[in-house]
């Protein structure tokens, strides 16, 4: 383990993390910052969750000129919500040296944006889209920079975004420092990244697996007319304090949110087509616990860090397993535990394969959970208050009346009712989806041979429970939910359901 102070940072930047509650560098952090601080073009490959953001942000930060009033580092991010986070992560770790920070997205009033630019920012982070729209306009000077990150590299160098990363990059100066970070580097992509970069270290760190250890995965195997129900138990079996629902398009996301909010779920989704002030209000509500579930297409699988994200469900499985390791990372985050479900139809389960090859992990195998296993969930958490209460009310004015009732009935009965009362009994509304396609594997392979192998994805459609059974303390039941192992291009190119849940992140 190393501290920030042997890493040579500055005073400035030093106050900055300790005030973020840092207390040791993280692997990718320890390996990465002195290489980026000497000058160095660096690939980074790390898990999800483990400081990329600082990793890139810190050695950036030193390097800026705060005296000098021009836009001197670029970090380019996938999605809006992605850029404003690391916009405000870099502007924590700047504020002491007087280091101003810019998100440019989309979605966003252009006016404004070009007055913020005149304000002289020294780093932007920006999506491709609108930075674009700006180099264009000649609305931002980039002829100063010195340090160009793509966070997401790998994403932001595949097919929907390439070319306009090119296009930026042109009006970038040459003699720039590059660094690349993601949690997945297909091996393809990592020659397309190299070729634009100068003789780049890549740093990756020595994990057995792709994914973080503390996230606990598995799988059910459910037809896609089941889905519904099957989620709506889980839930209500892991009782999760936040958790993301992925789904593969936006119409699933309307319809499975709807579904949730029909049974009492408070849920919100989050796609591409919504507002850019939709989008960010229902992500605040989220990471404020204002909404318990959080339904999504991939537009929220790279980047996000919200934290008390408990639990993952894949709804839909990922079409590329690089997709679904950024969809779980999403959870697991900062050392913390993790649990994640993927809903896997019966014509799916080659594609569990590859997911599980990619990933290097096995994904262990649950039963579709029961009813009564999910008002067993729901009982728990009824006996949890109740407990609670015994624990931390003072009751006395309340015995003598219940020493009067267990003299007219049995205290079973007594139990039996004060727990239906404080129990949340589902409605079983009636919900229907449409049916979905299952994603095809053959389909990845074909595309992987005709882009020369190695590839993947090139169609863009694309928890809790420790303990088994009974009910602990947190309310946290594993309701007896056994588990058991399983055995295991170029714009024009872009398909309309890609281009729906991306190119509206400009
Ligand atoms: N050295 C550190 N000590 C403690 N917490 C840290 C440290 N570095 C980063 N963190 C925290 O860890 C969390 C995850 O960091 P970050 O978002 O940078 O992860 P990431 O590697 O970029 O993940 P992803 O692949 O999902 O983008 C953040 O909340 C961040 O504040
Ligand atoms: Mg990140």
Do not use: C, W
């Amino acid at each position: 383990m190393t501290n920030f102070y042997s890493l040579g940072l500055s005073k400035s930047v030093l106050k900055s993390v300790q005030e973020m509650g840092f207390e040791e560098a993280t692997p990718v952090q320890e390996q990465t910052i002195p290489l980026a601080m000497d000058g160095r073009d660096v690939i980074g490959q790390a898990q999800t969750g483990t400081g990329k953001t600082a990793a890139f942000g810190i050695p950036m930060i030193e390097k800026i000129d705060e005296n000098m009033k021009k836009i001197q580092g670029l970090v380019i991010a996938p999605t809006r919500e992605l850029a404003m986070q690391v916009a405000t992560e870099l502007n924590k770790y700047g504020q002491y040296k007087g280091v101003k920070v810019l998100p440019v997205y989309g979605g966003t009033d252009m006016g404004r944006q070009i007055r913020s630019l005149k304000q002289q920012p020294q780093i932007v982070v920006a999506t491709p889209g609108r930075l674009l729209d700006h180099i264009r306009r000649k609305t931002i000077q980039l002829s100063n920079i010195h340090t160009a990150v793509l966070d997401e590299a790998d994403e932001m160098l595949n097919m929907g975004f390439i070319e306009d990363i090119k296009d930026i990059l042109k009006a970038v100066p040459m003699q720039r420092q590059t660094l690349l970070f993601s949690a997945t580097m297909p091996k393809e992509i990592h020659e397309i990244a190299t070729s634009m970069m100068k003789k780049p270290e890549t740093v990756k760190l020595k994990a057995k697996q792709m994914t973080v250890e503390k996230i606990d995965q598995y799988f059910i195997e459910v037809n896609d007319g089941k889905k519904f129900d099957t989620l709506t138990r889980l839930l209500d079996i892991h009782t999760p304090d936040l958790a993301i629902v992925f789904a593969r398009t936006k119409k699933r996301v309307d319809e499975v949110t709807e579904g949730l909010s029909a049974r009492g779920f408070r849920a919100e989704g989050i796609h591409g087509d919504l507002t850019q002030g939709k989008r960010m209000s229902v992500l605040k509500k989220f990471k404020r616990g204002g909404v318990e579930v959080l339904v999504a297409t991939d537009v929220a699988a790279r980047g996000l860090d919200i934290s008390g994200v408990t639990h993952v469900y894949n709804f839909d499985i990922p079409q590329d397993p690089e997709s679904y390791v950024h969809r779980i990372g999403r959870t697991g985050r900062a050392g913390k535990e993790g649990y994640a479900v993927s809903f896997i139809t019966p014509r799916e389960m080659a594609h569990l394969n590859l997911i599980e090859k990619t990933t290097g992990r096995k994904i262990d195998r649950l039963p579709i959970p029961s009813n009564d296993q999910a008002l067993k969930g729901q009982q728990n958490i009824a006996i949890e208050k109740l407990v609670q209460s015994i624990e931390s009310d003072n009751l006395e004015s309340y015995e003598s009346t219940a020493a009067e009732l267990l003299e007219q009935h049995d205290s079973v009965s007594v139990i039996a009712a004060a727990l239906k009362m404080l129990t949340k009994e589902r409605k079983d509304v009636p919900v229907q989806l449409s049916y979905l396609a299952p994603v095809s594997t053959k389909q990845a392979h074909k595309d992987k041979q005709k882009r020369g192998g190695g590839g993947k994805r090139y169609n863009r459609n694309g928890g809790g429970p420790k303990g088994k059974g009974g009910y602990n303390r947190n309310g946290k039941s594993g309701g007896g939910y056994n588990k058991s192992r399983s055995q295991g291009q170029n714009k024009g190119n872009r398909n309309r359901k890609y281009q729906n849940s991306n190119r509206n992140n400009s």
